[in-house]
């Protein structure tokens, strides 16, 4: 059994179980004028193609517009860093407005949603780039061996198997084999799980685990049972 480990991101890098990404439509952000009546009750508009975070702290708390705007801020990194690469997403962040009403102080923080795109799309490419240095590795294995069929069983993702992330990386790990000499074959419906089957040199499984002290890290270990025993390797 051959073993092959990638990290990837558990929020940018991967789509599927976890949260869904925001939409935003793109058209003129309001100026600073249209917001002279605006208090922190009622319906506040946000610039519809920005991403927003409002907080609200009590005008009786010592510094309370400052205080506001450091958690509209800090609340809108957190929620689209979850604690990875934050340092390379607030300096994009900036205070769209700030009012105050007899209770409370509210400050609005927003970020550009193409912003968060290109945020989002840098740990995807450097996850696929690990995922064709994984399929590297496996062709150089199973042509070693004079062999090149290669079937995906699954993945297992946290404890559960299958599900959206799981067919997304199955997705990503095939488009992956298809750019090296391997030949991607389809399991039989009725396969056991147990003796290769006909056809079938190897068979590629997936499993996705969480880095311990990094929960915002997923780690996905590809184990390639060519129907015999053999040492692990580790990347």
Not at 46 to 56: D, I, K, S
Not at 121 to 141: H, K, M, N, T, W
Request: proline content about 4%.
């Amino acid at each position: 059994m051959k073993r092959f480990v990638v990290a990837m991101c558990l929020v940018v890098g991967c789509s599927g179980n976890e949260g869904k990404k925001e939409e935003a439509k793109v058209v003129e952000v309001p100026t600073q004028a249209s917001l002279e009546g605006s208090k922190c009750l009622g319906n506040r508009i946000p610039p519809t193609n920005y991403l927003q975070e409002t907080a609200f702290v009590a005008v009786s708390e010592d510094n309370a517009s400052e205080r506001a705007k450091t958690k509209a801020v800090t609340t809108l990194r957190d929620r689209i860093c979850q604690g990875y690469r934050c340092s390379e997403i607030e300096p994009q962040i900036t205070l769209w407005n700030t009012q105050q009403d007899a209770v409370q102080v509210c400050a609005m923080a927003v970020v550009k949603a193409s912003a968060v795109e290109s945020f989002n799309a840098a740990p995807r490419a450097s996850f696929d780039s690990d995922l064709i240095q994984v399929a590297s590795e496996l062709e150089g294995v199973l042509l070693t061996a004079k062999k090149k069929r290669v079937s995906i069983d699954n993945v297992h993702d946290l404890g559960i198997d299958g599900g959206p992330r799981a067919e997304w990386l199955v997705d990503r790990i095939s488009t992956a084999i298809s750019k090296t000499n391997l030949e991607l074959v389809r399991l039989p419906p009725d396969w056991d799980g147990l003796k290769l089957p006909k056809g079938v040199d190897a068979v590629l499984r997936g499993r996705v685990t969480r880095l311990h002290g990094r929960e915002s890290m997923l780690e996905v270990t590809w184990n390639l049972d060519m129907g015999t025993s053999s040492s692990r390797r580790r990347r």
